[in-house]
């Protein structure tokens, strides 16, 4: 299933500089698009979201940006801290509904150094 | 701040047992899920759970799998007849009503010998 695509498996970035993660997506069904954190050992944390209908959304040091032509979503942190470093997964749901069943991406590794 | 639980953290099992996994979704939530995550792979979907009723399921959802709310709390995913091929992390997730995001427990790490 290759729906929902991170195509970076891993990325480094230097504490205080912006880390850009990237999702890509194929499917013009999914109407709402997600994004978690995940340490190892414990469950995706939910971080931020955003409706299919809208092309930003800002919740803190937390971006994320939606380009439905292109089916490509990004999450941006700024400026980012070494407790940032997990693994962060976009998600997408489909079904227009409110249970919709998420897909998730394959995960990107961020490592924050200090 | 109110969270999702799962009980075992990990639950090592013999082929052909039954197991049952279980998780307590936040409160007031609606709507329920289990996924799973096999090592090294995407978290897949299993199942999702409203009303006390199935709303939909994956290919991997079949016969060997089933879910229950027994009660105002709980809710489980039995596996019928474990093969090695199910040995993975497994989530609960619950969500609101109107509500977007869904929210996950810490796992189930099972490990079918």
């Known amino acids: 299933d290759q729906q929902v695509k991170q195509n970076s498996p891993s990325l480094s970035v230097q504490e205080g500089r912006i880390s850009i993660l990237n999702c890509d997506y194929t499917?013009?069904?999914?109407?709402?698009f997600l994004w978690y954190k995940k340490y190892p050992a414990e469950g995706p944390t939910f971080l931020i979201s955003i409706s299919s209908i809208k092309d930003k959304n800002e919740d803190g040091r937390f971006t994320v940006f939606l380009n439905k032509s292109a089916k490509h979503l990004s999450l941006h942190i700024v400026p980012s801290q070494p407790g940032d470093s997990a693994v962060y997964f976009c998600?997408?749901?489909?079904?227009?509904?409110?249970?919709?069943?998420?897909?998730f991406g394959q995960g990107t590794i961020l490592t924050v150094h200090p | 701040e109110p969270e999702v639980t799962q009980t075992p953290s990990h639950q090592v099992t013999q082929m052909g047992q039954e197991v049952i996994l279980r998780c307590v979704p936040i409160s007031n939530h609606l709507y329920f899920y289990w996924y799973r995550q096999i090592l090294g792979q995407k978290v897949e979907f299993l199942v999702s759970?409203?009303?006390?009723?199935?709303?939909?399921k994956s290919e991997i959802f079949d016969d060997q799998f089933s879910v229950e709310r027994p009660d105002g709390s709980n809710f489980t995913l039995k596996i019928r007849s474990t093969k090695l091929e199910d040995s993975a992390m497994y989530f609960c997730?619950?969500?609101?009503?109107?509500?977007?995001?869904?929210?996950f427990g810490p796992g189930t790490r099972l490990t079918v010998l």
């Open positions: 759970f409203y009303n006390n009723e199935i709303s939909e």
């Open positions: 499917n013009s069904m999914f109407d709402y």
């Open positions: 997730a619950s969500s609101g009503l109107f509500a977007n995001e869904q929210f």
């Open positions: 998600a997408a749901r489909s079904g227009g509904t409110s249970y919709g069943k998420l897909t």
